[in-house]
């Protein structure tokens, strides 16, 4: 659903004979850029790009050439510095998207050392990609030399505070702090030292699924079936809300997908059903 403040409402489906339409109504991801087009991940239909000029909707979709977007399942959708779009997908590792070129490279276990190609955490800082692979830590891949340069997991450190080699959403503070929700806790990562360090003011046995830094500095955390958490790390705040089956103003469901904050800094979920 595309919603466009004080004009209308436009509900997109997948139609089978619309050439304009999306490719998948499951959909995993959602990125605006500045010219107002929105970007879609989708499970098992690849990328979709919404114009908002014309509501026109274009289609990455995977395919067998190398020039194809090599996953079907995009998980994560992220822009490094230099403008290309970055997709991180579940079954064909990450890839490249350059606008200027109109040309798409993939990078997968077999071209470039990636530790998975199940991939569900991006995050470019400078010259870096941070890729949180399933089950198999973090990479450190190298945006210049297109490989991955560092491998990180639990067994990379003597004495280390990470619980979980499953990194499952990597996001960035406005300070400039890099966050890791994992599995069993969340994290600070330091990118110089290649530390992580777990945070303690929130539940470490908890699997946490996405994260999100309001207006006012406020952490929301996002988590597989225990809620939302909202802690903040300067004052040290901290609630918990859950599902509760009689409170009609309780979250009605406990499995958080996604977060967002709105032009009015209102927070925003996208919940999943539980079965």
């Not at 946490?208 to 955390?221: A, P, Q, S, V």
Request: with cysteine; aromatic share 12%; glycine share 8%.
């Amino acid at each position: 659903m595309i919603y466009q403040l004080a004009t209308k409402v436009s509900h997109l489906r997948k139609e089978n004979h619309n050439k304009w339409g999306i490719s998948d109504d499951a959909i995993y991801n959602i990125l605006q850029d500045k010219d107002q087009g929105i970007w879609l991940g989708t499970y098992f239909g690849g990328l979709n790009y919404y114009h908002a000029h014309n509501s026109i909707i274009e289609k990455i979709l995977p395919g067998d050439q190398p020039t194809n977007l090599q996953g079907s399942v995009v998980r994560a959708i992220k822009k490094d510095k230099e403008g290309n779009i970055w997709m991180g997908t579940e079954n064909g590792g990450i890839s490249k998207w350059n606008l200027s070129t109109n040309k798409i490279q993939s990078f997968t276990s077999q071209n470039s050392s990636l530790a998975n190609n199940n991939i569900h955490g991006l995050l470019a800082i400078k010259d870096k990609l941070l890729v949180g692979a399933f089950v198999n830590g973090l990479d450190i891949f190298d945006l210049k030399r297109l490989q991955v340069t560092q491998h990180l997991d639990r067994n990379s450190y003597h004495n280390s505070e990470l619980e979980s080699n499953f990194i499952f959403h990597l996001y960035q503070t406005k300070k400039g702090d890099i966050l890791a929700a994992s599995t069993r806790g969340l994290y600070r990562f330091n990118l110089d030292t290649k530390q992580f360090f777990l945070i303690k003011n929130v539940p470490a046995y908890i699997f946490y699924t996405c994260i999100l830094e309001d207006f006012r500095g406020n952490l929301w955390i996002g988590t597989w079936r225990d809620g939302l958490i909202c802690y903040n790390p300067e004052t040290n705040y901290f609630k918990h809300y859950k599902q509760q089956t009689h409170d009609q103003h309780a979250l009605p469901n406990n499995r958080i997908n996604s977060l967002f904050e709105d032009s009015k800094k209102d927070c925003g979920l996208q919940l999943r059903e539980e079965w």
